[in-house]
């Protein structure tokens, strides 16, 4: 059933537009842009004295070059290629000693900081290198609270600015999310931390066992499964609030919850009925129930196709080993996607054409391999494998840009939380204490 491509692909990662496997194998999953945008980001210069401003600048620099290197659309050009003079403002700049060669590059970002009346003020602005007649693609000012936090703050909100505009349209990612589990404080817990692992948190106590957090599209709720009494519950915690809130209880135990992307339908698996799992559809109070499927085996971790929210993905162990099956929003037109060994933890790109999911191509006993994360197009059920052998990777979720993805990884020794690109490149671990699983990327 599933076709493999050769072993070398290239990749360009703008989402939200339209995919095609080339000729040349390639799977875009957005717009040929060619080769990353060359990019010299000079550290922002103090604007006021250097005891008030050299941490918060320290910290505002790391993060904006962060940023921008992690965005996957930029090619940052090294600082020692760059001039000995930095601009802190426009009236500054050399710009042909920026867009010419050593620096050679295409865009460049500066600006300053300082500190006022116990704000930190940020003036930045981002330059056509290029383009000496009109160079201005961008100026904007910031002001917030003078802590190390606000400088991050602020300079997520600049690189997002600037990803925005030379990176297709599509907004940047730094001011999201990641929710997961973690068992650092003796539970396994429902945690949270910014995209590049800054500022971890957790979100329950509920001194008992979670799994499987679900952020909803406005960003106001966490759906996860608990131990609760006497079953597995859906619970429900508001980030508003900042506490539990009520959702109903179901017969039997149930699981994996899942929101559709406009916020108005939920799903989950459950053993009310049965005694076997099965996929159920409600709206996001949690009534109005419906039952999809109704064959035997274990039918879980559902996820919708956010673009239509017309069809769920999910996982089926009917014939066996578990699966990636693919059904419409009523539980009609179901269609296998895998057939080989057996895969898991399927999740939908924003733009609704591809699925990223946990495989195990080979399974059984002295079969070669490991648990990798991959990604398929639809369409033509071409897959890339992202991951290579490295630990066991699983439950890979969607970055909002479609550019990125976090997963579940046991290459460090125990169970971590990783993000890379979509291309497979750029892998990075998030978290270090306890063991952190079950990862799910939050919305813009």
């Not at 999201?176 to 931390?193: C, D, N, P, Q």
Request: aromatic share 10%.
């Amino acid at each position: 059933m599933v076709k493999t491509l050769k072993p070398i692909f290239a990749f360009v990662l703008l989402a939200f537009c339209c995919l095609h496997a080339s000729a040349q194998d390639w799977i875009r999953t957005g717009t040929n842009r060619g080769a990353p945008i060359r990019l010299a980001v000079p550290d922002f210069k103090p604007s006021t004295g250097a005891a008030q401003t050299a941490p918060l600048n320290t910290v505002f620099n790391q993060t904006l070059w962060n940023d921008l290197e992690n965005s996957g659309v930029f090619e940052m050009v090294s600082k020692s290629f760059y001039p000995l003079q930095a601009p802190g403002a426009p009236g500054e700049l050399k710009l042909d000693a920026w867009g010419n060669p050593p620096p050679d590059a295409a865009m460049l970002a500066f600006g300053n900081l300082g500190v006022t009346s116990g704000k930190v003020v940020v003036l930045g602005w981002l330059f056509d290198a290029k383009n000496a007649s009109a160079p201005q693609i961008l100026g904007k000012q910031y002001s917030e609270d003078a802590t190390p936090d606000k400088a991050r703050l602020i300079a997520h909100r600049f690189a997002d600015e600037i990803i925005f505009r030379l990176g297709g349209g599509i907004p940047g990612i730094a001011e999201t999310k990641l929710y997961f589990i973690s068992t650092r404080s003796g539970h396994k817990e429902v945690w949270a931390m910014d995209y590049d692992g800054a500022g971890q948190q957790q979100i329950s106590r509920l001194n008992s066992i979670a799994l499987s957090p679900r952020i909803s599209p406005d960003n106001s709720r966490v759906a996860f499964s608990a131990v609760t009494k006497d079953s597995w519950q859906i619970m429900m915690y508001s980030i508003d609030l900042g506490r539990m809130v009520s959702f109903p209880h179901f017969g039997g135990d149930n699981f994996s919850p899942a929101w559709s992307s406009d916020g108005t339908k939920f799903s989950f698996s459950s053993t009310m009925n049965d005694g076997d799992p099965e996929i159920y559809l409600t709206d996001a109070t949690g009534h109005g129930m419906k039952r999809l499927t109704a064959q035997k085996g274990t039918d879980s971790s559902p996820v919708f196709n956010p673009r239509t929210n017309g069809q769920i993905a999910w996982v089926s162990g009917r014939t066996g080993l578990p699966h990636i099956y693919i059904m419409d929003a009523d539980g009609s037109n179901v269609q296998q996607i895998t057939d080989q060994g057996y895969a898991v933890s399927p999740s939908w790109s924003p733009n609704g054409m591809l699925l990223a999911f946990a495989w195990f191509r080979k399974y059984g006993p002295g079969a070669p391999g490991a648990q990798d994360i991959y990604i398929m197009d639809i369409a033509s059920r071409q897959f890339v494998q992202l991951t290579h052998d490295s630990g066991r990777n699983d439950f890979p979720s969607w970055s909002p840009d479609g550019r990125h993805l976090v997963f579940q990884s046991t290459r460090s020794g125990s169970e971590q939380i990783w993000t890379m690109l979509a291309d497979g490149t750029h892998q990075q671990q998030m978290t270090r204490d306890g063991r952190n699983s079950m990862p799910n990327w939050g919305f813009k």
